[in-house]
Each structure stands twice: as C-alpha cells, then as structure tokens.
C-alpha cells in the first residue's frame, strides 16, 4: 500500500509540473503586439483597458501593449510599422490615404460624432452666427476653419468677423480665462468635467448643422501591411476590443474603475460620469460596435472637397473596413 501512495504521489508530481510546463508555454506563445493612443487615456479608450484587465487579449492568443502616443503621434507609429494598431479618426485617415499613408480604420470607437463648439453660457454664444465679434481658440488646422466657415454659411455668417487664434495644447477652461470665447470639444470628457465645476456650457455639436460632419471619430487603425500579412492577428485584436467596450457599454461602473486602475492619476468623478454618459453612444444605432458606413466615409471627404481642404482621389472603401469585427455569433 506504501509503494502505491508512493507512486500516485510520483505521478501526481509528474502532472503538476507538466501542467506547469504546458502554462508557461501557453504564456510564452502569445503573441506581442502594441496599440498607441491618440492622447492621454481616457473613456474613449476604456474598452481597450477592460480587454487587457479582463483577460480578452490572452483569450484571442495576444499579449498587448498600451502606449502613449509621444511625439510622433499613433498615425505615424502605425503607418509606418511600428506599432501594429493605433488609435485615430476619419479625418485623419482621409487625409493620409490621399498622400498614399497606407492606414486603415478597423472600428469606430464611437458611432457617431459627439465633439463640438462649446462656450462659457455667459458668452451667449448659442448659434453660428454669435461667431462673429468672438475669438475662437484652436490649434492651427485648416480643418477648423473649414469646419467654422461651413457652420457660419448656414446662417450666412462673415468668417471674416472671427478672430481665430492658435491655442496651442491649452485646455478649454484655460482658454476660458484668456479673452478666447469659444473652443472645440468632445462633450463626453470636457463637457462632463463643466457639469462638474458647475459650469454651464453653450454646445453646438456639429451634427446638429450637417450630416457630413457626423464621421466617425475616434477609429480603431492599423496599416494595409498588417492586414494583409496578418489578418488572424488584426481579428484577434479586434474581437478582443469588442468585447472590452461592449462590457463598458454594460458595465460602465466597473469599466471606469478598470480605466482609473490603469490611470490613477485620473479624475475619479470625471471617469465615472463619462463612463456614464458614453455607455449607450459606443454602439448606439449600429448593428454592432465597431460597425463603418462606407456613405459616412463618402459623405465626409466630399465635404472635405467641396470646403478645399482635402486635395487627390479618395476610395473610401479602401479606408475602412468591417470585416475583422466579430459575428454575432462567435462575441
């Protein structure tokens, strides 16, 4: 009998250290990639943090890396090869493609454009034409003027009556402060942060003047290399994200806290409120988070076109794609 508890003890040893063995061989198989953000983190990232805390990555056989952008920005990074995905936006990517940047948007990270021009209420800016006689703060694009003039038009408008100045990386509510009246936001961080510093805000969101202007931003991107040498890694990834914000979509509490774990340094209110506010707007009227349009891609650079600041051929079917978004089936 003592041989045989002998032996069984043996064989269960045996099996402990195989089962260890076969662990550490399951972790050194995963396969490294890297995805850089567009700014600091915040809830447009969330479900990227739910995806690597969670255990979504390892699930689909990836071990990611979440980096900051640093100066030379996710587009540049993920054009030219050194970081397999980034995050960007559609204006971005429909400049790129016509100078033949080979980036790709994999998934819209919002469905639709929730970013606007946003003011102090005292300013009593409340429409496009209140833009004449005020100063508004920027960062030097002509994307902005393009985009100013266009909302200026529908209520025939002089652009010429604005003073634009560049604002460099000053926040809203620095600029606030610094005779400049208006500024471009994204009301789920900054419009949030004024509801809590009890700050009434004016907000001309751009939807609200041209369907053109309702693009996707931010996107998921990666580059044409990737995509063709690589497609099962891409899918992987994607899966992976998917289902990291269609858990903050249900979950925005627990997502919050998964994103202030990983930025401590972070607004704990602030990540929460906008966790709440962006739950139902990841996905909202598509038929599945990450979904693209090709009419919205389309729609946007003929804007671009027709307010000059887009020059060469744009195939906005080559700027995006659906395919590596996840089935119904296998989420």
Known sequence: MKKWWILLLAMLVLVAGCSQKDSKQEG????????????????????????????????????????SPGDAGAD????????????????????ARVQDVPLVSIAAVIQHNTSGFASIASKGITSPKDFEGKTYGGWGAPLEQAVLQSLMQTENADINKLDIVNAGD???????????????????WTGIEAELRGEKLNMLYLTDYSEQLDYYTPVLATNEKMIADHPDTVKAFVAAVAKGYEYAMVNPSEAAAILLEAAP??????????????ANKYQDDAAQWGEQKLAVWENYAKWMQDNQVLEGNFNASEAFTNDFLPTKETK
């Open 28 to 67: 050194d198989t995963l396969q490294k990639v890297s995805v850089v953000l567009d700014w600091t983190p915040n809830t447009n990232h969330t479900g990227l943090y739910v995806a690597q805390k969670l255990g979504y990555f390892k699930e689909q056989g990836l071990d990611v890396e979440i980096l």
């Open 76 to 95: 540049q990074l993920v054009a030219s090869g050194k970081a397999e995905f980034g995050v960007s936006y559609q204006e971005a990517i429909t400049q």
């Open 170 to 188: 000053l926040d809203f509510f620095t600029m606030m402060k610094q005779d400049i009246d208006f500024a471009w936001i994204y009301y789920a």
């Open 265 to 278: 340094d972070l607004d704990k209110e602030l990540v929460h409120k906008s966790q709440e506010w962006l």
